[in-house]
């Protein structure tokens, strides 16, 4: 008996297995994604500190050094712009800060040793930080932060959302199949 009760769940399995992969509508619209972030954001929470963060790695021969230095360091919207032009143009590696990371991984970016603590540096009041090896020269600046324990941003937790969604579709598809076999 308890070799058929098994063999009959693992068919009942199988059968609902089929049942979702055939009906389960898997594409979801951004603006699902962004409700339900809304909605429960607060249950997304950061196990890793999060940065949006300004990095140029540009050649040490660029005579371009010291605009590149004010320039990183202005909040203003043409000064940015006048960034990315020159960064376009010469720069080994650009990020203009528009996404979100997580710190340990953009961090790695710099060369070793440039930030030996990154938690104290997230916490400091001084967001910037410049070095250089023998043929390149790093800017790095920090714009925001989020902290461990913070609600983790939409960008970084867009694959959990629809993670979730889609489970919720998966349990609907059941939950209508039993209903409709009852």
Known sequence: KMVDDYRRSLMV???YQMYITQKLDTFILD???TNH???YGNNFILNNNAIRAIFVQVPKSLPDGD????LIRSDREKDMIELEE??????RTFNAGNNWEYADESIKQLPEGTITNTEKFLQSSKKYVEAQDSIYNYLYR??????????????????KVKEIILNHRKNKLI???ISSLS
Do not use: D, H, M, T
Request: aromatic letters at 12%.
């Open 67 to 70: 605009k590149l230095r004010q």
């Open 175 to 177: 939950k209508e199949l």
């Open 31 to 33: 603006s699902e994604i």
């Open 142 to 159: 920090i714009i925001e932060v989020r902290f461990i324990g913070e609600q983790s941003p939409l960008e970084l937790s867009r694959n």
């Open 37 to 39: 972030y809304n909605r």
């Open 86 to 91: 020159i960064c376009y143009k010469s720069a």
């Open 13 to 15: 399995y199988k059968y």
